[in-house]
């Protein structure tokens, strides 16, 4: 096999796969969206809601924010405080969700949560975990796709959601393709 970068810029990156079966593209492809694990908001704790809009479609939203994932030191385990306390008329934006945690902290400050009207409150605190796309689209790191050029020749285009570098998506999925083949050569071995 063979990869050739085409484009490695902002939140996007294109490589070229060359001497590669269908089935080792659809494998980077799928596990790149649903086994490389992000942190999303995951819980909300409602204080204080006097908006119009229900508590569950404001956590929704909250939930969608992507968030920054380290690339080391964080595991499934961890949870990360996110608080929210804000008073119309006003729209509130992701920007104004504070993390205890300053390298778990909200990848695009410029989505709209709520718009609050005059002297409609706000106060949440939220919790960020760990998950993957396999569970919730929440987790998913961005979108990959690729396009067939040939009988062994793929060109795939990965954008990121922002929770990391597009490239670095694609270094944990071959991350996770390694472990889950060793994982079965150990398996295999004890047959």
């Known amino acids: 096999m063979k990869i050739d970068i085409l484009e490695d ?3 996007i990156f294109r490589f070229a796969l060359k001497d590669a079966a269908n ?17 999303a908001i995951d819980k909300v704790t409602f204080y ?3 908006s119009s809009i229900f508590d569950e479609y404001i956590a929704h939203r909250i939930g969608l924010v992507p968030i920054k ?3 080391k030191g964080y595991t499934e385990k961890d949870e990360i405080l996110f608080t929210l306390e804000e008073t119309g008329p006003k729209t509130v934006y992701s920007k104004e969700m504070g993390s205890a945690d300053k390298d778990v902290d909200v990848a ?9 009207a005059e002297d409609q409150k706000i106060r949440i605190e939220a919790k960020a975990r760990m998950g993957t796309g396999l569970e919730h689209a929440k987790f998913q790191p961005g979108m990959v796709t690729y396009d067939q050029k040939g009988e062994d020749s793929f060109e795939f285009y990965v954008e990121s959601f922002g929770q990391m570098p597009p490239k670095q998506i694609i270094n944990k999925a071959f991350e ?3 472990e889950q083949l060793q ?4 398996k295999a071995k004890k047959l």
Do not use: C, M
Not at 23 to 38: D, H, K, P, Q
Not at 108 to 116: Q, T, V
Not at 183 to 186: A, C, G, R
């Open 48 to 50: 204080e809601n006097s």
């Open 183 to 186: 994982e079965l050569s150990s």
């Open 9 to 11: 810029k902002g939140n």
């Open 176 to 178: 996770v393709i390694d």
């Open 108 to 116: 695009n400050g410029n989505i709209p949560i709520i718009k609050l």
């Open 69 to 71: 994932t380290p690339l």
């Open 23 to 39: 089935a080792y593209a659809n494998a980077i492809r799928r596990i790149s969206t649903g086994s490389v694990s992000t942190f």
